[in-house]
């Protein structure tokens, strides 16, 4: 199912190891509202969509967050490059870099580790479309997060097309809702299911 291109979605060439924006930037490759979190969201949601349009922009979009995840894994890694024991200490990298040395793991930038509790499949197209659209609201406000408190160049590029591609998943999740509505028995589906509520 899945093709590999060997290239980032969009480049990151990183001049400048900065410990201290890998700390935050972190959250997106494990935090609660990270790349890895999207990625299986979706993938795992497509199974029960029951419109083969709704399993398509699911595989899309999770597909394409794992090109994600890669992204601010190459990030990470870029920032952590070749550092000093004397640079480790003095940015507070230290206590990440005794439990992972400058590996790239799964965690927020609080340092709680990645859980899938931070993730839902309900197999319901309403409740799970609805969190989709929620999670990438989430995602995009953490991208605005990070885009505030990093100034270097060769780092916001990449998170501000990151951030653009959260939006556009937000519309194309919300273009999915209506269609799933628009095919419902009754239009206002929060108020009267018709398999239950007489």
Known sequence: MFVYEKKLQYPVKIANPNPKYAQIIISQYGGPDGELGASLRYLSQ?????????KGLLTDIGTEELGHLEMIGAIIYQLTRNLSPEEIKRSGFDTYFVDHTAGVYP?????????????QSKGDLITDLSEDMGAEQKARTTYDNILRLVDDPDVREPIKFLREREIVHFQRFGEGLRLATDRMDCKNFYAFNPSFDK
Do not use: V
Request: aromatic share 18%.
């Open 46 to 54: 497509r199974y029960s969509m029951p419109y083969p349009e709704l």
């Open 107 to 119: 965690t927020a930038a609080s340092g709680f580790p990645w859980t899938a509790a931070s993730m």
